[in-house]
T-cell receptor, first 112, second 114 residues
Framework: GNSVTQMEGPVTLSEEAFLTINCTYTATGYPSLFWYVQYPGEGLQLLLKATKADDKGSNKGFEATYRKETTSFHLEKGSVQVSDSAVYFCALRDWGAQKLVFGQGTRLTINP | EAGVAQSPRYKIIEKRQSVAFWCNPISGHATLYWYQQILGQGPKLLIQFQNNGVVDDSQLPKDRFSAERLKGVDSTLKIQPAKLEDSAVYLC????????????FGSGTRLTVV
């Protein structure tokens, strides 16, 4: 079945550091890929998405590129801020079931 | 546009009691989902509706959980009787039909079973 694997957390960085959160997936067919963010006490919010190979999703300084050859969708940001502290979820949605399948989440903490 | 509305925001019940959660999706979104998110884990799909029909309920513990979506709009999720392991955040989401669309999530209901 379809699955998503994220790098183990928690991740702790200093403000203005470079961020990478790894995400790889297994899917039949050609899924769409998503990153969601969950701030403390809140629901999940869509951060960015990519719907086909080589697409780059971007939002709020975050970027991720759909790499079909490595089945990856790594999240990056050049300079993180304290306000980026949250849990980040990678997810896929396939053409068949059309349901979102989530990774286990990566907790990110940014220290001033 | 208005987001996905859920209520209540928090609920504490004793084991073996029953509880119900309500969700109002974004207008025009045909697909509605209920997810269970246990602390420290990613959300797990419980049930998926397309309009008022069930598309996927393979992960729903049907001996104690039930859900309905009358008239293809609002939905309720019920647990009866609750167990300690049901303590989690229950998230409702809605989306347009099509793989390129993400979901819009509500704020969730945090359930604590004591």
């Amino acid at each position: 079945g379809n699955s998503v694997t994220q790098m183990e957390g928690p991740v702790t960085l200093s403000e203005e550091a470079f961020l990478t959160i790894n995400c790889t997936y297994t899917a039949t067919g050609y899924p769409s890929l998503f990153w969601y963010v969950q701030y403390p006490g809140e629901g999940l919010q869509l951060l960015l998405k990519a719907t086909k190979a080589d697409d780059k999703g971007s939002n709020k300084g975050f970027e991720a590129t759909y790499r079909k050859e490595t089945t990856s969708f790594h999240l990056e940001k050049g300079s993180v801020q304290v306000s980026d502290s949250a849990v980040y979820f990678c997810a896929l949605r396939d053409w068949g079931a059309q349901k979102l399948v989530f990774g286990q989440g990566t907790r990110l903490t940014i220290n001033p | 546009e208005a987001g996905v509305a859920q209520s209540p925001r928090y609920k504490i019940i004793e084991k073996r009691q029953s509880v119900a959660f309500w969700c109002n999706p974004i207008s025009g979104h045909a697909t509605l989902y209920w997810y269970q998110q246990i602390l420290g884990q990613g959300p797990k799909l419980l049930i998926q509706f397309q309009n008022n029909g069930v598309v996927d309920d393979s992960q729903l513990p049907k001996d104690r959980f039930s859900a309905e979506r009358l008239k293809g709009v609002d939905s309720t999720l019920k647990i009866q009787p609750a167990k300690l392991e049901d303590s989690a955040v229950y998230l409702c989401a809605s989306s347009l039909t099509g793989v390129n669309y993400g979901y819009t999530f509500g704020s969730g209901t945090r359930l604590t079973v004591v």
